[in-house]
């Protein structure tokens, strides 16, 4: 298949989890024989970021402005076997309009970011990614979370199809490598600043670093403000690439995930960052959500806290009871939740879709030859 993707970016991982999961897919459906096209507009916060210049398997194609990128959109449209828009586009409603208009490919909206979608839309706040017919028009609305979400895309947003196409990792990027002494940690956050992960942030991070002044903790990220609420065992890197991301992984005793409160609230919203430690090897302390356990095993591939009493007894554990739970949660990854996978889910649930559209059309086209007939 040719695929056409208008995203966010893929060119630059900073700041964001759109460009590493669309690096590894795109990899991935490479890989199955196909080719991706990614449109994405050249915003001056991503481009003095940028880490990926060249989009192996497919083209990149950066852009200053919509009118600029429309000729070159239509042109890759016109035998785009599917083309998928996505959340946080910022020409998103004008790249759907395009889809629309090509006779060729399946449209698709993926929604990377659902939970802050349909937060936006139950606040009365305009999404600036979806026009104003909701996504009625798309042949299948894909969610990076599911559960609950899936109903509300139809109900809110009037999605006529549904499916969950979850987070995922490269296994041939993400894996076991040597410690870097410069990221050594009892434990590690790596997460761009966001006010609404701050109270989990606090109880999970903050507030076992206070009480175990022994213990190293590292933060890695972006967007910090000036009075974080620092101490003085905690240690900070401002931003680190993807391909830095399994050292540090590799040299943390125990990674934090901290999920938003919006995708918490929601559930069944594994964040990319859960695929990657545990495909490097380490040992992963959560939050709680709903749906947590479709994906990992507390207790057995995965750490629990609810309360800083809880995120200090993981911090406690044996050195082996951590690489068992290590292993365990590595194993099911690579099995369930790798970039390979996700490719073929796409290629199947695109393939249902285009086999559903074929026998409507099939239906109504009998009729008009049985009334030729007679």
Same mark, same amino acid.
């Given at each position: 298949?040719? *695929?056409?993707?208008? #995203?966010?970016?893929? @060119?630059?991982? =900073?700041?964001?989890?759109?460009?590493?999961? =669309?690096? #590894?897919?795109?990899?991935?459906?490479?890989?199955?024989?196909?080719?991706?096209?990614?449109?994405?507009?050249?915003?001056?916060?991503?481009?003095?970021?940028?880490?990926?210049?060249?989009?192996?398997?497919?083209?990149?194609?950066?852009?200053?402005? =919509?009118?600029?990128?429309?000729?070159?959109? +239509?042109?890759?449209?016109?035998?785009?076997?599917?083309? %998928?828009?996505? @959340?946080?586009?910022?020409?998103?409603?004008?790249?759907?309009?395009?889809?629309?208009?090509?006779?060729?490919?399946?449209?698709?909206? !993926?929604?990377?970011?659902?939970?802050?979608?349909?937060?936006?839309?139950?606040?009365?706040?305009?999404?600036?990614?979806?026009?104003?017919?909701?996504?009625?028009?798309?042949?299948?609305?894909?969610?990076?979370?599911? /559960? #609950?979400?899936?109903?509300?895309?139809?109900?809110?947003?009037?999605?006529?199809?549904?499916?969950? *196409?979850? /987070?995922?990792?490269?296994?041939?990027?993400? *894996?076991?490598?040597?410690?870097?002494?410069?990221?050594?940690?009892?434990?590690?956050?790596?997460?761009?600043?966001?006010?609404?992960?701050?109270?989990?942030?606090? $109880?999970?991070?903050?507030?076992?670093?206070?009480?175990?002044?022994?213990?190293?903790?590292? %933060?890695?990220?972006?967007?910090?403000?000036?009075?974080?609420? =620092? @101490?003085?065992? %905690?240690?900070?890197?401002?931003?680190?690439?993807?391909?830095?991301?399994?050292?540090? !992984?590799?040299?943390?005793? *125990?990674?934090?995930?901290?999920?938003?409160?919006? $995708?918490?609230?929601? #559930?069944?919203?594994?964040?990319?960052?859960?695929?990657?430690?545990?495909?490097? /090897?380490?040992?992963?302390?959560?939050?709680?959500?709903?749906?947590?356990?479709?994906?990992?095993?507390? /207790?057995?591939?995965?750490?629990?806290? +609810?309360?800083?009493?809880?995120?200090?007894?993981?911090?406690?554990?044996?050195?082996?009871? $951590?690489?068992?739970?290590?292993?365990?949660?590595?194993?099911?990854?690579?099995?369930?939740?790798?970039?390979? +996978?996700?490719?073929?889910?796409?290629?199947?649930?695109?393939?249902?879709?285009?086999?559903?559209?074929?026998?409507?059309? @099939?239906?109504?086209?009998?009729?008009?030859?049985?009334?030729?007939?007679?």
């Amino acid at each position: 298949m040719k *695929l056409v993707i208008f #995203g966010l970016t893929i @060119s630059s991982s =900073w700041g964001n989890g759109h460009a590493t999961l =669309w690096r #590894g897919l795109s990899r991935a459906l490479a890989a199955r024989g196909h080719r991706t096209v990614f449109f994405e507009r050249d915003v001056p916060y991503y481009a003095a970021h940028r880490d990926l210049y060249e989009l192996p398997g497919g083209e990149l194609k950066v852009y200053p402005h =919509w009118a600029v990128a429309l000729p070159e959109a +239509r042109r890759a449209l016109a035998d785009a076997d599917a083309a %998928i828009v996505t @959340s946080y586009c910022p020409d998103g409603v004008a790249a759907a309009e395009a889809i629309f208009d090509a006779a060729a490919p399946l449209s698709v909206f !993926y929604d990377l970011d659902t939970p802050v979608t349909l937060d936006a839309i139950e606040r009365g706040r305009r999404v600036d990614y979806i026009g104003p017919r909701g996504l009625a028009d798309f042949d299948l609305v894909l969610s990076f979370t599911g /559960g #609950g979400a899936l109903d509300a895309l139809q109900t809110s947003l009037g999605a006529r199809r549904v499916a969950a *196409l979850y /987070g995922s990792v490269d296994g041939d990027v993400y *894996l076991p490598s040597a410690p870097a002494p410069r990221y050594a940690a009892d434990l590690s956050y790596i997460g761009t600043y966001a006010e609404d992960r701050q109270a989990a942030l606090d $109880m999970l991070f903050l507030e076992p670093a206070r009480r175990l002044p022994g213990f190293r903790f590292l %933060i890695a990220g972006a967007q910090y403000p000036q009075d974080f609420p =620092w @101490s003085e065992n %905690i240690y900070f890197v401002r931003h680190i690439a993807p391909p830095e991301h399994p050292a540090l !992984y590799s040299s943390s005793r *125990l990674t934090l995930n901290v999920t938003r409160r919006a $995708m918490a609230r929601m #559930g069944y919203c594994p964040s990319g960052r859960l695929f990657e430690a545990a495909a490097c /090897g380490t040992p992963i302390l959560s939050d709680a959500w709903e749906g947590l356990d479709d994906f990992f095993a507390p /207790g057995d591939e995965i750490l629990v806290a +609810r309360s800083s009493e809880e995120a200090m007894d993981a911090l406690t554990m044996s050195d082996e009871e $951590m690489k068992r739970i290590a292993a365990r949660a590595r194993a099911r990854v690579l099995e369930e939740h790798s970039a390979a +996978r996700r490719a073929g889910q796409l290629e199947e649930l695109l393939g249902d879709v285009r086999s559903q559209a074929r026998k409507a059309a @099939s239906s109504k086209a009998a009729p008009r030859r049985l009334e030729a007939e007679s």
